[in-house]
């Protein structure tokens, strides 16, 4: 099928570490054929620059081809797309790249969020009506800078592109541990039936980071963690972790169930939120600044680069279970975790008193053992592990009971995975939009973060620790 993709901002960071590794892939598994590849920045930029920003993150393996083959398919195209009449020039460069009709021309807004408007706008208005339903527009998040933004967004997007056509990104949701999310939950009994309030404790979820703001300082001064991490990834996950069994597994169904999932969730008190900012430390053994000292960074910022909260879900289903969720830059170690603990078993011969409850052992000297500590862990990052940790019986004499692990690591058997960017790509060729999310759940998510009314203290935490001293609740229900 002839296409095109159109990549705005394709000299950027996301464009550079992420898109064109995964196109990479694409065009050495033979998806790209009969396939233009537009990347549109606006500095003039020699071939030859163009071509090292774009190999830069691309790690061809042994058995894949030349990185020179897939460059001949990426060419480039400088403008300021803020200017409506630069639109002409882009169209006549697709059309002399690719003279016949491209059946699909994906758009890819790979921009900061201040331009995605005026690129729509200007970039919309000039297509006839043919065009317009080629069109796939691809938007990364963050949708908005919060819930009215993310709202005229929409509208915008419904408005020029229309609903169908619009694939926002969510990368999180093509990660295959967050994927196996609903296959754990639904395709085994074991789960299904455990996955309430009566037999699991408390929740958590945890995305901690080595890395700094970067050279991310003017997006992130405006976001802090809450609304840079938690109102997308995160809420994402909880969403699939809370939501109820979709009728099917088509797009609408799962999308209402994760929108339900969305409206039960407990709006945030400040007391339940504690939030951070990184000082001086030293990561993985080398010191590094302050975020106030960073480039980009005004020395008197408030934004929060760790937040932690805890939150609960207004249904039968998960009444008085407590959701963790915690994020955070320049913490002491680079994984993402999902923690569900199982509650002990009820009175059990076991259990401290059980045997007052009718149930007598033959073991003497068994006073009762803590078995609160049965737990189902899923690393999403940087492996992806799924971990059982259950109780058993040690051979010594006397009776003693431990928690083992039970792991099995997902990406040590799946070696050479596609790319989360790499499906992302797929499905938009393809239309598979169940990758994607719709408009109400981006809405809703900020709708969310938007709950909690005035943000609590900020507390600082040292580069390279666990995270703020306040934190200490949060940070003990994500040890192991
Ligand atoms: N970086 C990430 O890890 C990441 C992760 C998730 C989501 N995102 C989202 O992805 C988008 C891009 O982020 P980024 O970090 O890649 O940003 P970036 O490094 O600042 O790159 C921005 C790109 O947009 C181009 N651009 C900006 N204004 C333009 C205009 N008016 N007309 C044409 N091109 C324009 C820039 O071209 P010039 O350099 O030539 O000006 C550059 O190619 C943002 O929406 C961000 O929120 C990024």
Same mark, same amino acid.
């Given at each position: 099928m002839a296409r095109a993709i159109i990549i705005?901002?394709? $000299?950027g960071d996301l464009s550079r570490r992420k898109l064109y590794p995964a196109l990479y892939n694409l065009h050495a598994r033979g998806k790209l054929e009969d396939t233009v590849i537009l990347a549109c920045g606006r500095k003039e930029l020699a071939r030859e620059e163009f071509e090292k920003k774009i190999t830069e993150f691309v790690k061809p393996r042994s058995n894949q081809p030349p990185v020179s083959a897939f460059l001949r398919q990426v060419h480039y195209h400088s403008a300021d797309?803020?200017?409506?009449?630069?639109f002409g020039g882009l169209y006549r460069h697709l059309v002399e790249l690719a003279p016949g009709k491209r059946e699909v021309v994906l758009g890819y807004l790979?921009?900061?969020?201040?331009?995605f408007e005026p690129l729509v706008r200007n970039g919309m208005k000039t297509l006839n009506d043919s065009q317009r339903q080629r069109l796939r527009l691809l938007v990364e998040k963050p949708?908005?800078?919060d819930y009215q933004s993310a709202r005229r967004l929409n509208r915008l997007f419904d408005r020029f592109v229309g609903e169908r056509n619009v694939f926002r990104i969510d990368h999180f949701l093509a990660k295959e541990a967050v994927e196996n999310l609903l296959v754990l939950r639904f395709a085994n009994r074991l789960f299904e039936s455990a996955w309430d309030r009566r037999s699991i404790s408390s929740v958590s979820v945890s995305f901690s980071e080595e890395l700094g703001v970067e050279n991310r300082a003017a997006f992130y001064e405006r976001t802090g963690a809450l609304a840079d991490f938690v109102q997308s990834h995160l809420l994402q996950v909880l969403a699939l972790l809370t939501?109820?069994? #979709?009728?099917?597994?088509e797009e609408d169904p799962i999308k209402n169930a994760k929108v339900r999932a969305l409206k039960r969730l407990a709006p945030l008190r400040k007391e339940d939120v504690v939030m951070g900012q990184y000082t001086a430390g030293k990561v993985d053994g080398k010191e590094v600044p302050g975020y106030t000292s960073e #480039?980009?960074?005004? #020395?008197?910022s408030k934004t929060e680069t760790f937040v932690a909260l805890k939150t609960h879900v207004r249904s039968p289903r998960w009444k008085g279970v407590p959701f963790y969720v915690m994020t955070g830059k320049r913490l002491d170690k680079n994984e993402g975790l999902i923690t569900v603990r199982f509650r002990p078993?009820?009175?059990?011969?076991? $259990?401290?008193g059980g045997a007052e409850h009718g149930h007598t052992h033959e073991?003497?000297?068994?006073?009762?053992?803590?078995?609160?500590?049965?737990r189902l862990q899923i690393q999403v990052q940087p492996e992806e592990v799924f971990r059982l940790r259950f109780n058993l019986k040690t051979p010594e004499e006397k009776l003693s009971i431990k928690p083992f692990s039970m792991d099995y690591c997902y990406s040590c058997d799946y070696l050479y995975q596609r790319l989360p960017y790499e499906k992302i790509f797929e499905d938009a060729m393809s239309g598979d939009r169940t990758r994607f999310s719709r408009s109400d759940e981006v809405e809703l998510a900020w709708k969310w973060v938007e709950t909690l009314k005035e943000k609590p203290a900020l507390h600082h935490y040292a580069a390279?620790?666990?995270?703020?001293?306040?934190a200490k609740e949060w940070l003990d229900h994500l040890k192991d």
């Open positions: 705005f901002g394709g $000299t797309f803020t200017q409506a009449s630069e790979a921009v900061p969020p201040a331009e949708i908005g800078t939501m109820e069994e #979709p009728a099917c597994l #480039p980009g960074v005004s #020395p008197a078993p009820t009175a059990c011969m076991f $259990t401290p073991y003497s000297g068994a006073k009762g053992f803590d078995l609160g500590n049965s390279g620790s666990a995270g703020p001293a306040a």
